[in-house]
C-alpha cells in the first residue's frame, strides 16, 4: 500500500512551457485535492474534486487546469508556466486511511517545481 | 474565507520539556474540523492531531494534545516530553466542506 504518491520529484522549466504533474492513490478515497507551499507559507488549496467526474476551484486555480482521469488518479497541468508557479506542489487524497488511521486528508511526498 | 494565524514563526523547547504552539482562526461556520500537520526537512506532511468542532473535549495523541477554545477560535499545541525528532515545521489548518486553509508554520528546535 504506497498511499498517495506523485511524479516527478523533481522539475526544472522554462517560461511558457507545460507540464503534467501525476497524482494517484490507492486508498480507494473519493475525494482529492492539489496543493502549492511557498516559501514561509503554508499550503494553499489549487483545486480539489470531490468525486470521480467533479472538480472544483480552491484558493489559487489561475494558471492550472486539473483531471480526475478515474478514482486514482488526479493530474495537474500548467499550460504555460511562470516564474511565479515556482514552487512545492502537493497532491492530497482524504478518506479513512490504512487500519486504524483516522479520516482525514493524506499527502503525497511532494513535487518541487522550478520555473526560470 | 476562512483565515487561520500562527503568531509564532520560530519556538525552542530543551528536550523532555514541554512546549505549547499557538494558532487562532476565523469563520462563521459551527460544523468544521482542526488539524495540526508536522513537516519534516523531508517535506512529508504528517497528522499530528485533529479535533472536531462540535466535540468538546480535547483531542490527544500520546504526547501531544490541543487546547481547543471555540468561543475564543483558538486551536494550541502542547507537546509534552519533547524529543529530538519533534523537530519539524508544525502547520495548523482548518477545514470545512473541501476548503482546507493552513496557517504559515511554526518552525520548532528541540535542544539536546
Known amino acids: 500500500n504506497a498511499g498517495v504518491t506523485q511524479t516527478p520529484k523533481f522539475q526544472v522549466l522554462k517560461t511558457g512551457q507545460s507540464m503534467t504533474l501525476q497524482c494517484a492513490q490507492d486508498?480507494?478515497?473519493?475525494?482529492m485535492y492539489w496543493y502549492r507551499q511557498d516559501p514561509g507559507m503554508g499550503l494553499r488549496l489549487i483545486y480539489y474534486s470531490a468525486s470521480e467526474g467533479t472538480t472544483d476551484k480552491g484558493e489559487v486555480p489561475n494558471g492550472y487546469n486539473v483531471s480526475r482521469l478515474n478514482k486514482r488518479e488526479f493530474s495537474l497541468r500548467l499550460e504555460s508556466a511562470a516564474p511565479s508557479q515556482t514552487s512545492v506542489y502537493f497532491c492530497?487524497?482524504?478518506?479513512?486511511?490504512?487500519?486504524?488511521?483516522?479520516?482525514?486528508?493524506?499527502f503525497g511526498p511532494g513535487t518541487r517545481l522550478t520555473v526560470l | 474565507a476562512q483565515t487561520v494565524t500562527q503568531s509564532q514563526p520560530e519556538m525552542s523547547v530543551q528536550e523532555a520539556e514541554t512546549v505549547t504552539l499557538s494558532c487562532t482562526y476565523d469563520?462563521?461556520?459551527?460544523?468544521?474540523?482542526l488539524f495540526w500537520y508536522k513537516q519534516p526537512p523531508s517535506r512529508q506532511m504528517i497528522l499530528v492531531i485533529r479535533?472536531?468542532?462540535?466535540?468538546?473535549q480535547n483531542a490527544t495523541e500520546n504526547r501531544f494534545s490541543v487546547n481547543f477554545q471555540k468561543a475564543a477560535k483558538s486551536f494550541s499545541l502542547k507537546i509534552s516530553d519533547s524529543q529530538l525528532g519533534d523537530a519539524a515545521m508544525y502547520f495548523c489548518?482548518?477545514?470545512?466542506?473541501?476548503?482546507?486553509?493552513f496557517g504559515a508554520g511554526t518552525r520548532l528546535t528541540v535542544k539536546p
Open positions: 469563520t462563521s461556520e459551527s460544523d468544521y474540523y
Open positions: 486508498m480507494n478515497h473519493n475525494s
Open positions: 489548518a482548518y477545514e470545512d466542506n473541501n476548503d482546507m486553509r
Open positions: 492530497a487524497s482524504k478518506g479513512q486511511g490504512f487500519v486504524g488511521r483516522p479520516y482525514t486528508q493524506y
Open positions: 479535533q472536531e468542532a462540535y466535540k468538546q
